[in-house]
């Protein structure tokens, strides 16, 4: 994988609903980012971890809904050991990653751990470039000032969201098992299709979720898409191998090319099927 190494800081994501971000804590100061959580449960989530909460943690708050233009407001509870930080959801990349070092500066390096509940709400009122360019930005500004970034990614993201995200951490957490399984069989008995899947599940995924026909052909799937990086072929072989994995099925016994019945396509075993996929090029 091809991780930036300009960072001593490792840089994880976690998958699953919801995802595990807190179990890779071991700092006792922590900032945690929340995009699709409240402040209040999100502290009592801690209460459910082995560790239990830090001693020492600052909210940023960019799920809350607030007034257009609002300044950010900052209230801190010394006796909880808490500070947090209202911006809102329509706070920019940049904004974010400010509050963040606010929270940073002046503490140790290495000291910190960083935490984001969960990017897929990100991805949906922004887009997928715009979450990849966060997640890049945040190595840049603080690669070497904080312990470690567990980053959040629930089902609810995209098969791309998950793809591109892969290639800036270094490890991917929580694959499922019956999932892995899954694709190391394939591995063992079909190297060359589970080579096509690895590649382009996530395009295959968008192509199945584009489609408007119920028992469409390859060449059908792929011209639901938008700038496709695969061909008709190499699409078809990805779908060919979801077959296989029983995140979709084929369509009766026809003659000719191979017919996908959509009606059967499973998304959230899918999505597991990739961040299997995902976790098993991490580590690579």
């Known amino acids: 994988m091809d991780v930036p190494n300009d960072t001593d800081t490792v840089v994880r994501l976690c998958c699953g609903d919801p995802p595990s971000v807190r179990d890779g804590v071991v700092s006792n100061r922590v900032v945690s980012v929340l995009f699709g959580t409240d402040v209040e449960a999100w502290r009592s989530g801690w209460n459910r971890t082995p560790q ?21 407001s900052t209230q801190v509870m010394p006796r909880d050991g808490l500070a947090y930080t209202v911006l809102g959801r329509t706070a920019e990349n940049e904004r974010v990653l400010d509050a963040l070092g606010k ?14 509940d969960d990017l897929a709400p990100l991805a949906h009122r922004a887009d997928v ?9 945040l190595r840049e500004r603080f690669g070497r000032r904080v312990n470690r970034v567990d980053v959040g990614c629930s089902h609810d993201g995209s098969g791309e969201l998950v793809s591109q995200l892969s290639s800036h951490v270094e490890s991917v957490v929580g694959a499922d098992a019956e999932a ?7 591995a063992r008995d079909d190297p060359t299709t589970f080579g096509y899947v690895r590649r ?4 295959a995924k968008r192509g199945i979720e584009s489609c408007d026909r119920n028992y469409p052909q390859s060449k059908q799937v792929h011209a639901a898409l ?5 061909t008709p072929r190499t699409l078809g072989a990805a779908l060919s191998g979801l077959v296989t994995l029983d995140a979709l099925d084929t369509w009766g016994e026809t003659v000719g090319p191979t017919r996908y019945d959509l009606t059967a396509y499973r998304p959230e075993w ?15």
Do not use: C, K, Q, Y
Not at 226 to 230: D, H, I, M, S, V
């Open 52 to 72: 239990g909460p830090p001693n020492r943690e600052a909210v940023i708050d960019v799920n809350d809904v607030v007034r257009s233009g609002a300044a950010a």
């Open 103 to 116: 929270h940073v500066d002046g503490a140790p390096t290495g000291t910190v751990d960083v935490v984001i």
């Open 129 to 137: 470039a715009s979450v990849v360019t966060f997640v890049g930005r």
């Open 180 to 186: 892995t399984a899954a694709i190391e069989r394939l």
């Open 200 to 203: 382009h599940w996530a395009e």
């Open 226 to 230: 938008t700038e496709p990086e695969t």
């Open 270 to 284: 899918t999505t597991a099927i990739g961040t299997a996929l995902e976790a098993d090029t991490a580590d690579d």
